[in-house]
């Protein structure tokens, strides 16, 4: 991989590809400019993670990169004046207008070289297919220096032990049984993989003791056979043994009898001694309760089976006592979201043990003048080993845009400390949200760590997380779930996290993400067949699906009559004069320019066949999506058609898919390649590893969004972009 960096870092610093590594690519769209930048310091510290490589030193290149972090401040500040007026905008078109290849950040540039795929295939990308190839890399490969040293002068205590071991007693009349663990093929070969002459004379050793004591067993076989072959006499009698296997056939038929009528006795004294006997007789011989001993023994303490004790009533029958647990009751993976009504905030958490629940909460610092219940549900399905006792409260009757202070009671614990902003329902002010997908519980730590810090400047006013949480919710019996809900806490307990569910959510029903979510419009916990909902926010219509619906059982017909009847009502006349933007966010994209065989992959994506009509000719502006592993903005595009290379005005939807935050499906890099060829529709991605991030959106007016995508190791804007409508109405309607 570092291989493949570096070729492409100096091609791209001599000129060989046709674009510089985008240090500064500016890409005009219909007048609104876009600054894309890659920090070459940064991509030095990347670099370094795959081992020593030269880091490129400042260039003029590097200054001109400078002066565009400059110009891409000035773009800040710009953003967040008066946007509204197209004639600013406009002023900023004398930047170079640079085609498709130049609004990229990727390694592709020499897509089709094999030894580059080749490279990229060593790396861990994602694919499985390539991950089979790397696990193949090293099959033929001449032997390490390592591997050609021979062996210490040691031996294998533990295959000595198994050489001498009997373990094989049903053979225990067979005269080879010894000779069985004996394999000298083995021992030939260990021999031949290093052991040395003295591990070769131990070895031998062994095989002479292992001799000596089958010797011993020959004779005992042969004295029992020559004592009448009253082997059963010398066997300790046990409960259960079969006695009807007498083989000796030189028994008369009265021996015989009697033999049996010996062995129906005892049974029947064994079943009377049962029957009959005191609860500490329940064993034979032992003295002490059956059952009682081997849960209290030593070997039973385990982490499977932590048992303490026995409970008996005294009536030969009980149960296994639990280790007494100490009730905990104290509040953690604690997070919000927006209820039905702007003036509503759901507030949730979890605890170890059960307790009776409550939010306390009021306008400024320390006031917890008001108080709410919170429902209760009992956690398991998906979830045997995580915390299984759930609460939500729903504050209600908030004033708007006013800052609360909470805390939680629970049984006799308290979490205090935390704040949110009431949702605001006016129109006139430019609502930011933090978006993304993918995040992980372990893999997205460096957004993670940068997402916190947004949270913090309380200048946004919710999270979009598109999809897959944390790889997955029910992992580990739900651990995992636990342990990613306790990582976003630091956000999701200022910010309210919306959601919609992705494919790492499907196992158990959806249970895991319906039960640690409370998502407007539906039941808490939620059920599959209703996992969609929309809210307003400044001049936008929200809109949450799920794109699970077209692979699991989730009813897509559901879906789409809700989705029918909610898009017609935000298309009602006065509805989009209020809201005119139409946000929708799903998980799975309709279109993507990976390699990695995903729905989107293909034109007949299941996705895009449910959904791109209806989204189409209802005039919904942009489509956020994520599961890609990577970063990808489309031009306006409809039924596999490019409709246009701007976004002034745009006459089908703007597809974005931010699915880049870490996702954790291998230990380190995790990113879905997009080696191919793009389509035309794709007008910038990055998927480098190493570029995990998260997008900003916001709804500056009735008119304009702005989009950024946010590098997660050192917070850069690699791409930004203006989506202007001054139309918005069901497109095709022209
Ligand atoms: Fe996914």
Redesign the pocket.
Known sequence: MQTLLLLLLLSHLTGVLPSPVDTTNRTDVGGLVQDHHIDLDWLGTLLKGFGPVLVPQPTPSRQSAVSDDADDNQSESRANGDVGDDSQLESRADADVSDDSQSEIRADANVGDDNQSESIADADVGDNSQSESRAGAGVGDPPKEATLIRKPLSVDSDFLEALLANEDEEDITGKDWNYGQLNHDDIENRIEEGATENYAAEIEGLVANANLENSRTDDAIAATESSGGKISESVTATPGQDFTDDKDEGNTDADESASLNSVEDQDTEIDNAIDESPEEDLVLGTGTPAISSWYNSEEFYDDLYPYTGWEDPGEGWGWPVLPTEVPDTTPEQIHISWGNASSQMVVMWSTRSRGIGRVQYGIAPGNYSQEVAAEYSYFWYGNNEGLQHVYRAVLTDLLLNRTYSYKLVCGEEERSGFQFTAKRDDLDWSPELLVY??MGRVGGAPSLERLTREAETGKYAAVLHV??FAYDLHTQGGKYGDDFMNRIQEIATKLAYMTCP???EIEFDFNPYLTRFSMPQSAWPGSMDKMWYSFNLGRAHFISYSSEVYFTESPEEEQYRWLVQDLTEANSAENRTLHPWIIAFG??PMYCSNVDGDDCTTPRSKVRAGLEDLFYRQGVDIIIE??EHSYERLWPVYNYTLMGTDYRDPRAPVHIIS?AAGCNEFDGVCINPMMGPKGPWSAFRAWLPGMYGYGRLRVQNSSHVHWEQVLAVNGQVIDSAWIVQHHHHPFGEE
Do not use: K, M, Q, S
């Open positions: 997908g993918d999809g897959d992705g494919n790492h998980h799975r994520a599961h699915g």
